[in-house]
């Protein structure tokens, strides 16, 4: 039998600043946003890149596309991948091609999320570049990928999770780390 304990590492106003910080951190980083689209990983990735566009807009009063990606069909570690292709949803036919690309997720672990999310994209165009914004980097990477922006470093065994609660859909926004105690 296994008991869970968890430490709140980011509330609600520490999330706040940490998106706001990231906002300035890419508007400096790229001299604004021409060219510039943020592409969050489905499901809260790109909840999280919304967050982020309205930062940038509240900073510069210019809107940056957001485009909605689906990577399930690049995973490595299920049994269906490859069987459908990712999907990116972006409004009025936007093309990626020569964009600086901003990807966001919540958690950043091994770098394979990232790997399918990056396969997925160039399956769509040949983008200018690809920046990776995530909320968490909990360290173990597996593959050579580290992020452009980051909420909060958070080291962590590999018996420790990071859990991500947005309001969108967790009715609460909080970051966790969740200590797994086997008895």
Request: charged share 35%; glycine share 8%.
């Amino acid at each position: 039998m296994s008991t869970k304990e968890y430490n709140v590492i980011m509330d609600d106003a520490a999330i706040r600043r940490a998106l706001t910080r990231i906002a300035h951190e890419i508007l400096e980083r790229n001299k604004g946003i021409e060219d510039c689209v943020l592409v969050g990983i489905r499901t809260r990735g790109i909840y999280l890149a919304n967050r982020i566009a309205e930062r940038i807009f509240s900073i510069e009063n210019e809107s940056i596309p957001v485009a909605e990606l689906d990577i399930s069909g690049y995973r490595d570690d299920r049994k269906d991948a490859g069987k459908e292709m990712g999907s990116l949803t972006i409004n009025d036919g936007f093309q990626i091609e020569d964009k600086k690309i901003i990807l966001c997720d919540d958690v950043l672990y091994t770098g394979r999320t990232i790997r399918a999310a990056m396969d997925a994209l160039i399956d769509k165009g040949r983008p200018q570049m690809i920046q990776l914004a995530v909320l968490a980097d909990r360290g173990h990477r597996e593959l050579p990928i580290r992020p452009d922006y980051v909420g909060k470093n958070v080291p962590t065994s590999r018996s420790e999770e990071i859990e991500v609660a947005l309001s969108e859909i967790d009715g609460m926004d909080e970051v966790k780390i969740v200590h797994n105690r086997g008895l």
